[in-house]
């Protein structure tokens, strides 16, 4: 009898810490989409459009495949021919929150 009810309390913590994990996670997951958002109007849209969407004169990162990350963070953080390098001004965590909100668009 005492087992069985203390495996019952065992399997509710089990349940109620796993939900805990993937509530932090999700949350965690949109304050990056939201602080990318922010960064991303203040520091790109000028050239590449806002929203990611109509770009002025950049190159238009709707058609970014979304499978580069990688070639997304190199060409932000180094900088690519006409676009200049971020690295001074933006985090590598700054510059991949803002690849959270570009595939948040997708
Ligand atoms: C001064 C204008 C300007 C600003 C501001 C700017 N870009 Fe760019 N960006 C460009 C241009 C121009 C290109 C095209 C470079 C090329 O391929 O010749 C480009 C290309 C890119 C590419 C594609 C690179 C590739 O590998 O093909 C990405 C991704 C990108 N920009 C992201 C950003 C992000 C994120 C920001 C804000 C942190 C930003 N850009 C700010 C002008 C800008």
Not at 70 to 87: C, H, L, Q, T
């Amino acid at each position: 009898m005492i087992t069985s009810v203390l495996k019952y309390i065992l399997a509710f913590q089990v349940v109620a810490i796993s939900m805990i994990g993937s509530f932090s996670f999700a949350q965690e997951a949109s304050l990056s989409v939201k602080n990318g958002a922010s960064l991303y109007a203040k520091n790109c849209s000028t050239c590449h459009g806002s929203g990611m969407k109509n770009p002025q004169w950049g190159f238009n990162l709707e058609i970014f495949p979304i499978d580069q990350k990688m070639r997304f963070m190199d060409s932000v953080i180094y900088g690519k021919n006409a676009m200049p390098p971020w690295e001074d001004v933006l985090s590598i965590e700054e510059v991949s929150n803002i690849w959270s909100y570009f595939l948040s668009l997708r």
